[in-house]
Nanobody
Framework: QVQLVESGGGLVQAGGSLRLSCRASSRTLSTYALGWFRQAPGTERDFVAATTWSGRSMSYADSVKGRFTISRDYAANTVYLQMNRLKPEDTAVYYC??????????????????WGQGTQVTVSS
């Protein structure tokens, strides 16, 4: 069992930045592929970014390429999502997730085994 806890969400103006953190409070994340998803009210949970267990390969949704960066800190047992040049359409609850398949860069939420509780990001225009 992996328990994930997100933090770092908040209210920011368009063009601003936020860094989300997702820390595992139980087992180490070092052997998991990790992803970030987001869900706006009335919509499905959408893929944002993913990284393999090594951190050497990443994948991003087209809507965030060039603005968001996923990274991981093994010592801190944490995965981050740096979000720059935020837009109002980035407003959503952001979730981190862990995938037992180390080399996977899954874009479908059903492929992830463990999820955090989410953190709200609101971007004002």
């Amino acid at each position: 069992q992996v328990q994930l806890v997100e933090s770092g969400g908040g209210l920011v103006q368009a063009g601003g930045s936020l860094r989300l953190s997702c820390r595992a409070s139980s087992r180490t994340l070092s052997t998991y592929a990790l992803g970030w998803f987001r869900q706006a009210p009335g919509t499905e949970r959408d893929f944002v970014a993913a990284t393999t267990w090594s951190g050497r390969s990443m994948s991003y949704a087209d809507s965030v390429k060039g603005r968001f960066t996923i990274s991981r800190d093994y010592a801190a047992n944490t995965v981050y999502l740096q979000m720059n040049r935020l837009k109002p359409e980035d407003t959503a609850v952001y979730y981190c997730a862990a995938d037992l398949r180390q080399y996977n860069l899954a874009t479908m939420s059903a492929e992830y085994e463990y999820w955090g509780q989410g953190t709200q990001v609101t971007v004002s225009s």
